[in-house]
């Protein structure tokens, strides 16, 4: 593996979805790590504290580890992740950065996931390709499973 020859184009992934819901019904959601792995019922997961840790459970992917990195309820969050290497905790070589940014456009709410990193990531390049391809074909399904999730939910 030859560093630096991954592009950067492909090192960011950013969508957005707009969500018929106000930011605070849309925010504990995001404040609850690893929701995008698999969004709990109930939303049981817990709200993310800065510095804290949990684990996302996926029934085929895995175990994911997922580090809040940055909380500035109820607006922004990040959290780092290891999307190539499940069940390995995130750290410096394994790990993405994600982020979510929520701005209300009148009584919506606009979701933003900025995902970044891929090219830091310390895996063969068809490892990190593949993970590339999966999270750019999966952040659009995550969000439509977010927007369903909060509409759907009293509130």
């Given at each position: 593996m030859v560093e630096n020859e991954f592009p950067a184009s492909e090192d960011r992934i950013e969508r957005d979805t707009l969500i018929d819901a106000p930011v605070e019904r849309v925010w504990p959601l995001v404040a609850t790590p690893g929701f995008w792995v698999a969004i709990p019922d109930d939303d049981e997961g817990g709200t993310a504290v800065e510095g804290g840790a949990a684990v996302a459970r996926h029934a085929e992917h895995g175990e994911f580890p997922v580090r809040v990195v940055k909380v500035e309820a109820p607006s922004?969050?990040?959290y780092r992740w290891a999307p190539a290497t499940p069940g390995q905790e995130p750290a410096e070589g394994n790990s993405t950065l994600v982020?979510?940014?929520?701005?209300?456009?009148?009584?919506?709410t606009r979701l933003t996931?900025?995902?970044?990193g891929?090219?830091?990531?310390?895996?063969?390049?068809?490892v990190r390709a593949q993970t590339v391809r999966n999270l750019t074909e999966g952040w659009p399904q995550v969000l439509d499973a977010a927007k369903k999730h909060v509409e759907e939910s009293t509130g």
């Open positions: 922004y969050i990040a982020e979510f940014t929520l701005s209300a456009e009148g009584d919506k996931v900025v995902e970044s891929f090219a830091a990531l310390a895996v063969p390049d068809d």
